[in-house]
């Protein structure tokens, strides 16, 4: 009953992104990036050694970089300083998202983390350059509001949340907002999206392997080998989403790309609840659909 609702409601999605102001590949490959970023996520999650799972997926994302650093042509110069930015955001991105892996259900953390994105990138316009948002984003705020707050706080006594992992995965969403903002600019800057897409993914993902080099030193390849295939798979799935999305935002417009790529929810939810056996149960899904109804309200809007 739970996965039928949850499919139900990411048809509705799709069909409402269909009718609106994204060209149809667009909509198709921001829509397959959804669901490679569910994936790779799913497995990040599934490792249990989460400092493992997340080096093997930034190595495999710098690997899969590497040719589009030597063939494509270089990011032009002003674009550096937004790819350096991201660089950064990344890196605080990929060590909050293993606390949240490591505290938290995947149906319920990435929910939080992919939810809040879009709620920080609506409220800091409105806050910070006075962009008044209309009547359809803010029924959209608000929907996405009460979903975030079941997800936290509804089936407490049976199914308690570790304040200690919601705030991670809030605060993850607080960076994936910050990071979509800066590389929207900055592969439009670029004047070379592959360029771009190449430079940042192999810088990106040396911070978390150097730091697991440095804890584990001789014990790391031991830790590495029993999942080194599935991580590396993460990996590939992790640079083929974002690379994606990049390219989707020198096509459509940031706000629209951003709220459809949280399409994703859904398929996380879905991992969680099929390939996990987490319990999702009724209040989860409703939340769940309360914050993808709120996306694609303000996409809408």
């Known amino acids: 009953m739970a996965v039928d609702v949850l499919?139900?409601?990411?048809?509705?999605?799709?069909?409402?992104?269909?009718?609106?102001?994204?060209?149809?590949?667009?909509?198709?490959?921001?829509?397959?990036?959804a669901c490679g970023h569910a994936a790779w996520n799913a497995i990040a999650h599934?490792?249990?050694?989460?400092?493992?799972?997340?080096t093997l997926v930034n190595a495999g994302g710098s690997l899969c970089a590497i040719p589009l650093v030597l063939l494509a042509a270089p990011p032009d110069s002003r674009s550096w300083w937004y790819l350096g930015a991201s660089v950064i955001l990344h890196i605080f991105y990929?060590?909050?998202?293993?606390?949240?892996y490591r505290l938290g259900d995947l149906s319920q953390t990435?929910?939080?983390?992919?939810?809040?994105?879009?709620?920080?990138?609506t409220l800091v316009a409105a806050l910070l350059f006075n962009e008044t948002p209309r009547g359809g984003q803010v029924a959209g705020v608000l929907l996405i509001s009460i979903g975030l707050g079941c997800l936290v706080f509804w089936g407490h006594r049976t199914n308690p949340s570790r304040p200690a992992a919601v705030?991670?995965?809030?605060?993850?969403?607080?960076?994936?907002?910050?990071?979509?903002?800066?590389?929207?600019?900055?592969?439009?800057?670029?004047?070379?999206?592959?360029?771009?897409?190449?430079?940042?993914?192999?810088?990106?993902?040396?911070?978390?392997?150097?730091?697991a080099l440095y804890a584990r030193r001789n014990d790391l390849w031991s830790d590495l080998?029993?999942?080194?295939?599935?991580g590396l798979t993460g990996g590939v799935l992790s640079f083929l989403a974002y690379g994606l999305i990049l390219?989707?935002?020198?096509?459509?417009?940031?706000a629209d790309i951003?709220?459809?790529?949280?399409?994703?929810?859904?398929?996380?939810?879905?991992?969680?609840?099929?390939?996990?056996?987490?319990?999702?149960?009724?209040?989860?899904?409703?939340?769940?659909?309360?914050?993808?109804?709120?996306?694609?309200?303000?996409?809408?809007?």
């Open 7 to 33: 499919l139900s409601s990411s048809q509705s999605l799709a069909a409402l992104s269909g009718s609106a102001r994204v060209p149809a590949v667009v909509l198709a490959a921001t829509l397959v990036a």
């Open 46 to 54: 599934w490792v249990p050694d989460k400092l493992v799972s997340i």
């Open 94 to 100: 990929n060590v909050l998202l293993m606390a949240s």
């Open 110 to 121: 990435y929910p939080l983390a992919r939810g809040t994105s879009p709620l920080v990138v």
């Open 167 to 211: 705030g991670a995965a809030v605060l993850t969403g607080t960076m994936i907002a910050a990071y979509t903002t800066v590389d929207g600019i900055g592969v439009r800057e670029s004047g070379s999206t592959l360029g771009y897409i190449g430079w940042l993914m192999l810088l990106e993902g040396f911070a978390v392997p150097a730091y």
């Open 225 to 230: 080998r029993p999942v080194w295939h599935i």
């Open 247 to 254: 390219w989707a935002q020198t096509r459509g417009a940031l």
């Open 258 to 301: 951003a709220a459809l790529r949280e399409s994703s929810i859904i398929v996380g939810a879905l991992i969680g609840t099929l390939l996990f056996g987490e319990r999702f149960g009724v209040p989860r899904v409703m939340a769940t659909i309360a914050v993808v109804a709120g996306i694609g309200t303000i996409y809408l809007a």
